[in-house]
């Protein structure tokens, strides 16, 4: 079974690269730091399993699983990360991974985890799992009336629909106001607007907002 690790703090890499290379039948095929990078290894190496963390520089460990996936439908993604929230985790299901876990996890359960997915399961470590379900089991809560966008850009329009302001949604979603400008750049394209009030209206008129 081969492993691409991407991961972009080096400690934590090497201490990955390190367990997965003592477990038998297990063969690291690379490490990447970049979202970028873990496409092309992707591509180079064709590997069974991708550990993938989300907060990476340029592409994100979100849209880099979607790459991968779309090119390799039978790599299975597991999501190791620091990022538990409900719309990073909806977003990593809906580009195609199989697992999340988060960076608290043990070495056991990372090592299980890579060999249950590599298996075909699902797996999900614990607060992700009880949130999928809770998604699940309210599809309301899950709908979106602007389904070309992500769960975050969907928080962050119902935010701007409110009235708050960017520096208001940084602080409330814990994210940069730089993070949350690119947020709303995007929504503004694929809602095709040019402006905030104009994104604010088709919200508001989609019921966001209350």
Do not use: C, W
Request: no cysteine.
């Amino acid at each position: 079974m081969k492993v691409l690790v991407v991961e972009d703090h080096p400690m934590f890499a090497d201490g990955l690269v390190a367990l997965l290379g003592d477990l038998d039948g297990v063969e690291v095929a690379g490490h990447a730091a970049t979202g970028e990078r873990a496409v092309e290894l992707a591509r180079e190496t064709r590997p069974d399993v991708v550990l993938m963390d989300l907060h990476l520089p340029g592409m994100s460990g979100v849209e880099a699983t979607r790459v991968i996936v779309a090119e390799q439908p039978g790599v299975a993604v597991l999501a190791l990360t620091m990022l538990g929230d409900d719309a990073t985790i909806h977003d990593m299901v809906r580009a195609g991974a199989r697992g999340y876990l988060l960076k608290e996890a043990t070495p056991e359960e990372i090592a299980r985890s890579v060999a249950a997915v590599a298996a075909g399961q699902v797996v999900f470590g614990h607060g992700a799992g009880t949130r999928v379900l809770a998604a699940l089991s309210n599809p309301s809560k899950r709908s979106s009336p602007f389904p070309e966008l992500t769960g975050r850009e969907s928080e962050v329009l119902a935010l701007l629909a409110r009235g708050l302001t960017n520096h208001a949604i940084a602080r409330k979603l814990v994210l940069s106001e730089k993070t949350v400008r690119n947020h709303v750049s995007n929504i503004f394209t694929k809602l095709g607007v040019t402006d905030r009030a104009a994104a604010v209206a088709r919200a508001r008129d989609a019921g966001m907002g209350e």
